[in-house]
């Protein structure tokens, strides 16, 4: 079975006398594959195929393949907390083996190491070896995923089910409080609104607009005009992701590590050995329905939002990851079906690898497929089979490049291990 990317010491191996599989989950690596497969370019292949066909079907998997302009969830917008819910999932299997036979001491240096490694991996992957320091962000997916880690690897490491499960109670509920009841002051972070302003005030520093409004507003999530957001504009230094504020920015990085303990939740359900598979498949699965309907009650007031990763988003997404896991844990684990998830198995042994190849444009899979399939190759087959065949091929060779790619790192047991 494959090794989570995100648990292991930062190493290149080639040959290994041992797989670094033994032992774990099959249906959480292939889970993980099947994750980062819409990154790669399934989301590519949707939307070629709504290019080709007005099909009534395509079109809502297409407008699933895009995040939300704001509030509300679609399918893509889970990919981000599946992945962090699944490093929780994964490290109660691993931290508890490294407690066991090397000690608590062990364990917290080791989460230390792998969620700083991943921070820096995401600095560099955003700019950290090249340009001024005014461009790199600080702060995005990767850096994200390793906080996330980090924080919920150390909670494990030293609090029980009880204890968990109230620390993810608190940071939920105490995000939301901040988010309803702190006053912000009462300005949009948009470029219209400062281009408004500076005409008033005779300024065009927004620093300065946004210092000198006084007027404040409470329990508002619209965008650019939420505590979060403010936050970032105020305190978060260097790049921002959309100039003012950052989808991944200080405040929301609390709730998201309520996702990791979440995934550590469930995690240690499926390690309960006392259990049937058929109980925790039953507690995850319902664990999972229930939170997905308290996240879509609780989004009334506090909206289903992604870009400030509300409570209710947190509930509503993790729900969904719960969901699918226990239907991978299923097929894979009890009924044994396991042919059809190689694929996302391969991608899964090297999920780190494979994005920072395609996120950190390493390795440009698309514009390979391009050079392979496009051009007039793309063009003959619009002209005299199909409209929107091309880019179908293009989509279908990109997607093949990336497995190939990951299929030779399987069969070579190389493995980028964080």
């Not at 292939?30 to 079109?59: C, E, K, P, T």
């Not at 008033?200 to 927004?206: I, L």
């Not at 319902?286 to 009650?297: I, N, P, R």
């Not at 396991?338 to 698309?366: Q, S």
Request: proline fraction near 3%; hydrophobic fraction near 50%.
């Amino acid at each position: 079975m494959p090794t989570n990317s995100i648990e292991q010491p930062l190493a290149m191996s080639a040959a290994a006398p041992k797989s670094p599989t033994a032992g774990r989950l099959l249906s959480l690596d292939a889970l993980r594959g099947f994750d980062m497969f819409w990154i790669l370019g399934g989301d590519a292949l949707v939307h070629a195929l709504r290019g080709m066909s007005d099909n009534a079907w395509i079109s809502v998997l297409d407008r699933q393949m895009d995040h939300c302009d704001w509030a509300g969830f679609h399918f893509y917008d889970l990919i981000f907390p599946l992945f962090v819910f699944i490093a929780g999932v994964s490290s109660v299997f691993s931290l508890t083996k490294t407690i066991e036979k090397e000690g608590r001491t062990v364990a917290v240096r080791r989460v230390l190491r792998r969620g700083l490694l991943l921070i820096l991996f995401g600095i560099i992957c955003y700019g950290g070896v090249c340009g001024n320091w005014s461009d790199v962000r600080l702060l995005g997916v990767l850096q994200r995923i390793g906080i996330a880690y980090m924080c919920a690897g150390l909670l494990f490491c030293f609090l029980r089910v009880r204890g968990l499960a109230v620390a993810c109670a608190i940071l939920l509920l105490g995000y939301w409080l901040l988010m309803s009841f702190t006053p912000i002051r009462d300005i949009h972070l948009n470029k219209g609104e400062f281009e408004r302003l500076a005409i008033e005030r005779g300024t065009s520093d927004p620093r300065r607009i946004f210092a000198e409004t006084t007027a404040t507003v409470t329990g508002r999530f619209e965008p650019g005009y939420n505590l979060s957001d403010h936050v970032d504009f105020q305190y978060l230094p260097c790049r921002k992701y959309f100039g003012y504020c950052d989808p991944e920015g200080l405040l929301s990085t609390l709730p998201a590590i309520g996702t990791c303990l979440l995934g550590v939740l469930a995690g240690l359900l499926l390690r309960n050995q006392t259990w049937s598979d058929r109980r925790k498949l039953a507690w995850l699965l319902g664990a999972g329905v229930t939170c997905v309907a308290m996240g879509w009650l609780w989004g009334l007031q506090f909206p289903v939002v992604k870009k400030i990763w509300t409570s209710s988003f947190v509930l509503v997404a993790g729900g969904w990851s719960a969901i699918l896991l226990s239907v991978f844990y299923w097929m894979i684990e009890m009924r044994h079906w396991k042919r059809w998830a190689v694929p996302f198995t391969w991608i899964g042994m090297n999920a780190i690898t494979a994005y920072l190849a395609v996120d950190g444009e390493l390795i440009n899979f698309h514009d390979l497929a391009e050079r392979l399939f496009g051009g007039p190759v793309a063009r003959l087959l619009d002209a005299h089979v199909m409209t929107g065949l091309g880019g179908v091929v293009v989509a279908m060779g990109s997607l093949a490049v990336v497995l190939t790619f990951v299929w030779y790192l399987h069969r070579k047991q190389i493995f980028l291990r964080v």
